[in-house]
């Protein structure tokens, strides 16, 4: 799209062939430039200055080989690049569209034209056609990452993607107007809004429709290799000694899977406790699976508008993981970064029984989780030290905090103490233990120092308050000795999370500070005897 609008606009100037050229591929780099040179628009620069190019020297280029050099480009400046999801979908979907397009496009122009209705019928099919072969292309890459697959984005691209186009071109217009009025340029602007809040409206709206998309959260990579048979035998019909070929490919792969395992869950090896500490952003969420096959989810992240970590982000993961219910639930204290996903678990799952701080808050996210809950309609305790340990199994659950004064007291006027509210469990499996401390401050680590001394000692420690300098003093960092601490915490926060005198304490302990907001998710598994962190990259 920028390149047919500047070599429009240059062409109307008069300008010769192949200084346009050269005009239009200066702009082309300032576009991925400004765009922060994502490998969508690397890929569609590069190729698209290998066409270019061929022209001036008077050769055709070749799209495959023009995809090929383009891949190369990004991955030797960055191999990394590989693993990308955005990389592999630009150059799976690019490479649909340069081999399956020309294929149904033959198909479509077998049907008749004899009046302007079919004309304008097949025009429609050519365009969703496009479409089609690029999703097609690349459904084992969005069924695998995002567990679900669209169903309506075949029927809403043929709106959006031109409209997103011409938005494109209004933002260029708009720029180069401003240098002659900015009254002129707002106008544009102006224009270009309501198109992308057309094109955001629409989306929204086909999305949450209950039939926009098809879960696909069973979906293994090893599946991929039978999709791609299914889908060479479906093009290539016409050409039988392929189609031969491709059905041979099929029904081995379809052997394949009767021999690999492809269970989605990888549920926890028998006599493992397994903990996950989610990357939900800045906030808290874990989810604990026993050796007995119960579960427990700490926390579900934050919402605020129109993001919400509990539908995003842990209700996947939990069905990712071949979760059906939840066996216990806590929520460690009323604050939007910790309750804010649990409508959507809670909307998505059948809970057992809920732990709660005890305290209320004044905002609507504590009114949506409550309202939730209620709608739950399970066993809902308040956690309190002193209550008898939760047994799991082999595995048990103490509740170390918050004590009952706490509880009982009016906290409505005073919003921050209800981070030394929040439940802090030690979680204990054979020789193994893990601390979670929620936002629990000084004050409250003062307490639970103070009280259990020698027994907060815990092989993992889920590090309060998001590694804030509130937290984690040095008192209680010796009363635990952790040999791993998790800091749950979202990238470039407002807050300057986490706090440079606790990573600083941490690593004067030898304790190497694991943060969600580098690592992604972070997983530990015990047998008992030990606890090693599992590598899922």
């Known amino acids: 799209m920028v390149f047919a609008f500047f070599s429009i606009a240059f062409g109307l100037l008069r300008i010769p062939r192949n200084l346009t050229i050269i005009l239009t591929s200066l702009v082309l780099l300032f576009y991925m430039v400004l765009t922060g040179s994502q490998p969508p628009i690397v890929r569609a620069t590069v190729m698209t200055l290998i066409i270019l190019f061929g022209k001036i020297l008077g050769e055709k280029s070749n799209a495959l080989n023009s995809l090929g050099v383009a891949a190369l480009v990004i991955l030797a400046y960055d191999a990394r690049q590989l693993f990308d999801v955005g990389f592999q979908l630009s150059f799976l979907a690019v490479l649909s569209i340069i081999y399956l397009y020309p294929i149904l496009n033959a198909w479509i122009s077998k049907i008749q034209i004899d009046n302007p209705g079919n ?63 900015f009254f002129v340029a707002d106008a544009f602007a102006a224009v270009n809004g309501l198109l992308l809040s057309f094109s955001l409206a629409a989306a929204k709206i086909s999305g949450g429709l209950s039939w926009a998309y098809v879960e696909t959260l069973q979906f293994r990579p090893v599946h991929a290799i039978p999709y791609f048979a299914a889908l060479g035998v479906l093009f290539h019909l016409h050409l039988g000694s392929i189609a031969r070929k ?103 799952f059948d809970v057992n029984t809920v732990l709660e701080s005890g305290q209320p808050a004044r905002d609507p996210i504590y009114r949506e989780y409550a309202d939730a809950l209620q709608k739950e309609n399970c066993r809902v305790d308040t956690a309190r030290k002193g209550l008898s340990a939760i047994q799991m199994g082999e595995a048990k659950l103490y509740i170390l905090y918050p004590t009952p004064a706490h509880i009982d007291a009016d906290t409505s ?121 599992i590598l899922w990259r």
């Not at 097609?136 to 809403?156: I, N, Q, R």
């Not at 708009?174 to 009025?181: A, D, E, I, K, P």
């Not at 992240?301 to 129109?306: E, H, M, S, W």
């Not at 407002?494 to 500070?513: I, Q, Y």
């Open 413 to 533: 006027h005073l919003h921050a103490n209800l981070n030394n509210t929040s439940v802090v469990l030690k979680l204990c499996y054979g020789w193994t233990s893990i601390l979670f401390t929620g936002d629990a401050e000084r004050d409250a680590e003062e307490e639970i120092v103070l009280s259990y001394g020698d027994f907060l000692q815990s092989t993992l420690l889920k590090t309060g308050h998001h590694g804030s300098i509130t937290s984690s003093t040095q008192e209680f960092l010796d009363a635990v000795k952790p040999k791993h601490a998790i800091i749950s915490v979202g990238l470039h926060n407002k807050f300057n999370h986490p706090s440079e005198d606790v990573l600083g304490r941490l690593r004067a302990m030898n304790v190497e500070p694991l943060r969600t907001d580098e690592e992604g998710a972070i997983i530990f598994e015990s047998d008992g005897e030990t606890m090693n962190r």
């Open 246 to 348: 491709m059905v041979i490919a099929l029904l081995v792969s379809l052997n394949i899977l009767l021999f690999v395992s492809t269970s989605p869950s990888e549920k926890s090896r028998e006599g493992m406790l397994r903990v996950s500490f989610i990357d939900v952003g800045q906030g808290d969420a874990a989810l604990v699976e026993f050796p007995d096959g119960k579960t427990m989810l700490i926390d579900a992240g934050p919402r605020a508008g129109d993001y919400d970590s509990g539908e995003r982000i842990v209700v996947p993961f939990l069905r990712r993981r071949g979760i059906e219910k939840i066996d216990y639930v806590v929520a460690s204290h009323p604050h939007a970064d910790h309750i804010g996903g649990f409508a959507s678990v809670f909307k998505s």
């Open 119 to 181: 004309k304008a019928g097949v025009f429609l099919l050519r365009v969703a056609a496009v479409s089609l072969v690029a999703t097609l292309g690349t459904l084992p890459l969005t069924a695998y990452y995002f567990g679900k697959v669209s169903v309506v984005g075949l029927l809403t691209n043929g709106i959006i993607l031109p409209i997103v186009g011409a938005s494109v071109m209004l933002g260029f217009v708009s720029s180069l107007l401003g240098w002659v009025g």
